[in-house]
């Protein structure tokens, strides 16, 4: 057999001699006939096609992990009102010049037991109502059906918008947005974002307060 017979014999298995030399037997459909370079070319494009799909997941995990969806925040714990706004609805008179903290407590189906405490002819006054949570992601409902709380991210760490909306016979009636963080201290940059939602909800300025915020509701003697 000469040289030429041995180099077929080396790719196709045929026996020399005897036995079997050469390495195993490839499928046609993978090899170029009589190419080697064409299998090269084809598993460095398959190594590219992987290594592409693994950086597209790696980037959906990292975007998942940056911004969560709404039904995933735990807006369980103790808030504070750093500062309120209505659309006009609410009497002067009932403008609270101090507010204490609302305990939020998580229940099942991702509705929120809400605990307010406020001040009321000279007595401190709980009252305690319940979120419900619907479809549609940063929106509850409370009092059947008749109040509808959007709750809105700031991009402060710790600090969310809850705007409350009264609804009577299908139209508007009230509103009332606050701007509130895990902690009570000041915040320009989240104070900043609130005047600019109350622009984009076309309230007015003139109508946004800033409580002094008491830790404890505490009756006189």
């Known amino acids: 057999m000469d040289r030429r017979d041995m180099a077929s014999a080396k790719w196709a298995h045929v026996p020399v001699h005897g036995r079997y030399k050469g390495h195993p037997v490839r499928s046609q459909r993978t090899l170029c006939p009589g190419d080697l370079p064409c299998v090269r070319a084809q598993c460095l494009e398959m190594k590219s096609l ?100 959007h709750v809105e991210k700031t991009s402060v760490n710790e600090h969310y918008i809850f705007y409350c909306e009264g609804r009577h016979n299908g139209t508007s009636s009230f509103g009332m947005g606050k701007l509130m963080g895990r902690d009570s201290g000041e915040n320009p940059e989240a104070m900043e974002e609130f005047k600019n939602f109350i622009k984009r909800m076309n309230l007015r300025l003139e109508n946004m307060f800033v409580p002094e915020i008491g830790d404890k509701c505490v009756e006189s003697d």
């Open 50 to 149: 992987l290594l592409t799909i693994l950086l597209l997941g790696l980037v959906a995990v990292l975007k998942a992990q940056e911004a969560p969806p709404d039904d995933l925040v735990d807006y369980s714990g103790i808030w504070y009102a750093k500062a309120m706004v209505h659309n006009g609805t609410l009497p002067s008179h009932k403008i609270p010049s101090i507010v204490f903290p609302v305990r939020i407590i998580a229940l099942e189906e991702g509705d929120l037991e809400t605990t307010v405490v406020f001040w009321n002819n000279g007595h401190c006054r709980e009252f305690k109502f319940v979120m419900k949570k619907t479809e549609e992601p940063g929106k509850y409902t409370a009092f059947h059906n008749t109040k509808v709380i």
